[in-house]
């Protein structure tokens, strides 16, 4: 089956991707190491035997430029219902690594994925298929070629969440500190008894950022076609 099946059905705010069975397999059984708090993804004990039965996995990057849309996953869902067979179902995986080994993006040195299509305004999503795919990865380097010499992220990072010094390079739990723009926003639509149940909630997640570092001019989607082709990958 080609992966074009997928591609007309999610249409232009989507971008698709995919990992044959041998690459999850990697994904899951080495701690492919990625600086973030999903780094190391265990497959839920209920969940074990429908891992196993997958033949690979559609990586869908979703453009998303709200801070907050909890509703992407199910709006790829229904427009994929045509598509998918029975036994194909959204999965929980390191969504980044996944989408750097499926060729959809480069690493930035915010840690997040710049996706090809959508710059950093996107959120990742993955199927689990029953079925193989017909897709050729496309050849990318692996991190954003202007970030050496930028770094702006980590001069507006008000969380102080990035350490050159460490490996890790970035302690999202910092980010948890800031509430930054969007969550008052976000906030200011509640009540006090269900802010609090959001911030709770948003910190267990890792949810609560001020995006300060999602929003830096260099690498925004205006300047795709540029980064693009510095990069000079083929996508
Ligand atoms: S702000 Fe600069 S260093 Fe940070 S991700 Fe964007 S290009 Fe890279
Ligand atoms: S979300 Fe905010 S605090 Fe967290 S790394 Fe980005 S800029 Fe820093």
Same mark, same amino acid.
């Given at each position: 089956?080609k =992966?074009?099946?997928?591609?007309?059905? @999610?249409? +232009?705010?989507?971008q698709?991707?995919y @990992?044959?069975?041998?690459?999850?397999?990697?994904?899951?059984t080495?701690?492919?190491?990625?600086?973030?708090?999903?780094?190391?993804? !265990?497959v839920?004990?209920e969940e074990?035997?429908?891992? +196993?039965?997958?033949?690979g *996995?559609?990586?869908?990057?979703a453009y998303?430029? /709200?801070?907050?849309?909890? !509703? *992407?996953?199910?709006?790829?869902?229904?427009?994929?219902?045509?598509t998918l067979?029975?036994g194909?179902?959204?999965? !929980?995986?390191?969504?980044?690594? /996944?989408? @750097?080994?499926?060729?959809?993006?480069m +690493?930035?040195?915010?840690?997040? *994925?710049?996706s090809t299509?959508?710059?950093?305004?996107?959120?990742?999503?993955?199927?689990?298929?029953?079925?193989?795919?017909?897709?050729?990865?496309?050849?990318?380097?692996?991190?954003?070629? =202007?970030?050496?010499d930028c770094?702006?992220?980590?001069?507006?990072?008000?969380?102080? /969440?990035?350490d050159?010094?460490?490996?890790?390079?970035f302690?999202?739990?910092?980010c948890?500190? =800031? =509430?930054?723009?969007?969550i008052? !926003?976000?906030m200011?639509?509640?009540?006090?008894?269900?802010?609090e149940e959001?911030?709770?909630?948003?910190k267990?997640?890792?949810?609560?950022? &001020? +995006?300060? &570092?999602?929003? &830096?001019?260099? &690498?925004?989607?205006?300047?795709?076609?540029?980064?693009?082709?510095?990069a000079g990958?083929?996508?």
């Amino acid at each position: 089956m080609k =992966i074009d099946v997928y591609e007309d059905a @999610l249409g +232009r705010d989507y971008q698709v991707g995919y @990992l044959s069975r041998a690459q999850l397999d990697h994904l899951l059984t080495n701690e492919v190491f990625y600086y973030d708090n999903f780094a190391a993804h !265990t497959v839920l004990p209920e969940e074990q035997s429908y891992f +196993r039965t997958i033949k690979g *996995v559609l990586i869908v990057i979703a453009y998303s430029p /709200a801070a907050y849309d909890y !509703t *992407v996953k199910k709006r790829a869902a229904d427009a994929l219902l045509g598509t998918l067979g029975p036994g194909d179902r959204p999965i !929980t995986i390191n969504f980044k690594a /996944a989408a @750097l080994l499926a060729g959809m993006g480069m +690493r930035g040195y915010n840690t997040l *994925v710049w996706s090809t299509r959508f710059a950093f305004d996107c959120k990742i999503l993955a199927f689990g298929l029953s079925q193989k795919l017909d897709y050729r990865a496309p050849t990318l380097p692996e991190y954003l070629p =202007i970030c050496a010499d930028c770094l702006l992220c980590h001069q507006n990072c008000p969380g102080r /969440a990035f350490d050159l010094e460490s490996e890790e390079r970035f302690a999202p739990e910092k980010c948890s500190e =800031i =509430i930054g723009p969007p969550i008052r !926003t976000e906030m200011a639509k509640n009540t006090d008894e269900e802010n609090e149940e959001f911030l709770a909630y948003g910190k267990r997640r890792g949810l609560i950022m &001020c +995006r300060e &570092c999602q929003s &830096c001019a260099p &690498c925004s989607l205006e300047n795709r076609e540029q980064i693009l082709d510095r990069a000079g990958g083929q996508t």
